[in-house]
């Protein structure tokens, strides 16, 4: 069976390109981001597969550029 990975805050907010303190905010405005894991009475994580599909969910923002 494979084990799942599990983020660190740090490597998660940079999988997600934000700063940690922003990842706070999420964790506290954004209901539907996941929720962290307790590791240790002072680590948490979250679970790569989880944060993927809530990344699947969000829409998709238009950049602006065409294909021609």
């Known amino acids: 069976m494979k084990s799942e990975r599990v983020l660190s805050p740090k490597k998660l907010a940079q999988e997600l390109g934000i700063a940690r303190s922003s990842l706070y905010r999420l964790r506290v405005g954004e209901p539907s981001f996941p929720k ?4 240790s009475e002072r680590r948490v994580g979250w679970r790569e597969s989880e944060v993927q599909a ?5 829409p998709r923002v ?3 550029s065409r294909e021609k």
């Not at 962290?36 to 590791?39: D, E």
């Open 54 to 58: 809530w990344i699947e969910s969000r």
């Open 36 to 39: 962290p894991i307790r590791l």
């Open 62 to 64: 238009a950049t602006g």
